[in-house]
């Protein structure tokens, strides 16, 4: 069984930055990762995802050039570096883990989720 635990979310001004992390237990290498978020009123969407070496990464249009993905497989992490927040950056954000392969931002191909960390974005 693998647990997810997000961290990182709060309350910042558009233009600001914040890092989401994300601890996985279990054998956390062998596995694809995504960040995902969900507004309020508004459908879960893919954010980015990343291989499970981390040598391949994708990423919303919506979020290029502002959103950065890693991973550190000997801490068993996934971090989401994001700057120039914007209001609409505002929603809960949830890291994935999927077990076969698939498509990185298809939502329905993950297995394992956590329960989400909250990032408020202020105009």
């Known amino acids: 069984q693998v647990q997810l635990v997000e961290s990182g979310g709060g309350l910042v001004q558009a233009g600001g930055s914040l890092r989401l992390s994300c601890a996985a237990s279990?054998?956390?290498?062998?596995?694809?990762m995504a960040w995902f978020r969900q507004a309020p009123g508004k459908e879960r969407e893919f954010v980015a995802g990343?291989?499970?070496?981390?040598?391949?990464?994708y990423y919303a249009d919506s979020v290029k050039g502002r959103f950065t993905i890693s991973r550190d497989n000997a801490k068993n992490t996934v971090a989401l570096q994001i700057n120039s927040l914007k209001p609409e950056d505002t929603a809960v954000y949830y890291c994935?883990?999927?077990?076969?392969?698939?498509?990185?931002?298809?939502?329905?191909?993950?297995?394992?989720w956590g329960q989400g960390t909250r990032v408020t974005v202020s105009s």
């Open positions: 994935a883990i999927r077990t076969g392969w698939g498509t990185p931002s298809v939502s329905n191909e993950y297995d394992y």
């Open positions: 279990g054998t956390f290498s062998r596995y694809a």
């Open positions: 990343i291989s499970r070496s981390g040598t391949s990464t």
